[in-house]
């Protein structure tokens, strides 16, 4: 079956520090992956996406490549800031599947 | 454009009990899906409906059943609640039911029972 996996945190930063919270996943077909950010009291909001091998997705300064050869969509930034606290999820969407497989989430901490 | 939005925002409700959760997705998106973020369990996956059908479940008892409305606006219901059913629902819009069309989520119900 279709699974993800993140490494666990709590993962504490100082402000503007490089992040890398790393994702892996299984799936038996051409998954598109997604890193999802949840702030405290909200629901999830859509950072980036990729939907095919080699795909770059960014925004907001996070970045992911989809490598298919090492199944992995790690997340990336180069300068984080305390605003950018919050839990990280990974997740993957089968082509036939629809619904989203989530890892159990990163929880980031950014002090100043 | 108007996000998702979910109501109520909190739900109380004793053991045995039957919840109903509301959600209005985006406009102009088909498709609406229902996932349970309980602690310790993550996020997993309950329901899917695209224009008015159900299309998947996730691995949850029949209690857990939902519609779509001609307005695309859905419905959760849960049917003699039970502890552990404690969670933060969450409701999710997309344009389509393909996998390359991102969901977009709503802050979510927190059902609570006592």
């Known amino acids: 079956g279709n699974s993800v996996t993140q490494m666990e945190g709590p993962v504490t930063l100082s402000e503007e520090a490089f992040l890398t919270i790393n994702c892996t996943y299984t799936a038996t077909g051409y998954p598109s992956l997604f890193w999802y950010v949840q702030y405290p009291g909200e629901g999830l909001q859509l950072l980036l996406k990729?939907?095919?091998?080699?795909d770059k997705g960014s925004n907001k300064g996070f970045e992911a490549t989809y490598r298919k050869e090492t199944t992995s969509f790690h997340l990336e930034k180069g300068s984080v800031q305390v605003s950018d606290s919050a839990v990280y999820f990974c997740a993957l969407s089968e082509s036939s599947g629809y619904a989203l497989n989530f890892g159990k989430g990163t929880s980031l901490l950014v002090t100043p | 454009e108007a996000g998702v939005t979910q109501s109520p925002t909190h739900l109380i409700k004793t053991r045995g009990q039957q919840a109903t959760l509301r959600c209005s997705p985006i406009?102009?998106?088909?498709?609406v899906y229902w996932y349970q973020q309980a602690l310790g369990l993550g996020l997993q996956f309950l329901l899917w409906?695209?224009?008015?059908?159900?299309?998947n479940r996730g691995n949850f008892p029949p209690r857990f059943s939902g519609r779509q409305f001609p307005n695309y606006s859905s419905e959760l219901n849960v049917n003699a609640l039970e502890l552990e059913d404690s969670a933060l629902y969450l409701c999710?819009?997309?344009?389509?039911?393909?996998?390359?069309?991102?969901?977009?989520f709503g802050d979510g119900t927190r059902l609570s029972i006592l």
């Open positions: 409906y695209d224009e008015g059908e159900e299309r």
């Open positions: 406009s102009g998106h088909t498709s």
């Open positions: 999710a819009s997309s344009r389509t039911g393909y996998s390359n069309q991102p969901q977009h």
């Open positions: 990729a939907t095919k091998a080699d």
